[in-house]
């Protein structure tokens, strides 16, 4: 599934009745599609992310950022954006359908973890990527014991039963 099917199916009474499907709670899935629903979702349980604003409420002195469309995965139409005036550009082109991140510049420590709690039990697993034109091209798993914490606090945070993937950098 993509996305845009998952916030359908939390949000569309009956779009997946008859359907069995391992997911997560509706309300999660709505925060968790949105970025700025994520970040605030995170800054509520205490877990670190990089500083998520809306698109309209960045501030030049704040430059470099990562602006982004709030909504969608993968890299596309995502900008690091250097300079007052692209910032006020894209403002003005996308106001708040866009959110702008803290940009983090060592995509080498970029992750992608799978996360499963069923009956109580917590797995996960995590890889890094190495991504070009927003596509995974090579991945290798990994045992970071300081990753495998945040997952599990997020796992008992979210009070998961189903699957997400997590993606972070180190």
């Keep these: 599934t993509d996305e845009n099917e998952i916030h359908r199916l939390a949000t569309e009474p009956g779009a997946a009745a008859d359907l069995p499907l391992l997911t997560i709670r509706n309300d999660l899935a709505i925060a968790f599609c949105d970025k700025l ?3 605030e979702w995170l800054s509520n349980h205490g877990i670190n992310g990089p500083k998520t604003v809306p698109l309209t409420e960045a ?3 704040e430059l470099p950022l990562i602006v982004k469309p709030r909504h969608g995965a993968g890299s596309m139409s995502v ?9 006020r550009g894209m403002q003005d082109e996308h106001g708040d359908k ?3 991140q803290e940009y983090l510049p060592d995509s080498r420590s970029e992750l992608t973890c799978a996360l499963l709690r069923m009956n109580g039990d917590i797995r996960s697993l995590s890889l890094w990527r190495k991504l070009s ?3 995974t091209v090579s991945a290798r798993i990994v045992d970071e014991p300081e990753v ?3 997952l599990i606090r997020i796992a008992e945070a979210t009070d998961l039963q189903g699957a997400i993937n997590v993606q972070l950098r180190m």
Excluded: C, P, Q
């Excluded at 900008?79 to 910032?87: E, K, M, Y």
């Design 148 to 150: 495998d914490k945040l």
């Design 98 to 100: 866009y959110v702008a």
């Design 37 to 39: 629903g994520t970040a």
């Design 133 to 135: 034109g927003g596509r």
């Design 79 to 87: 900008s690091i954006v250097r300079t007052a005036s692209l910032l």
């Design 59 to 61: 501030k030049e002195e």
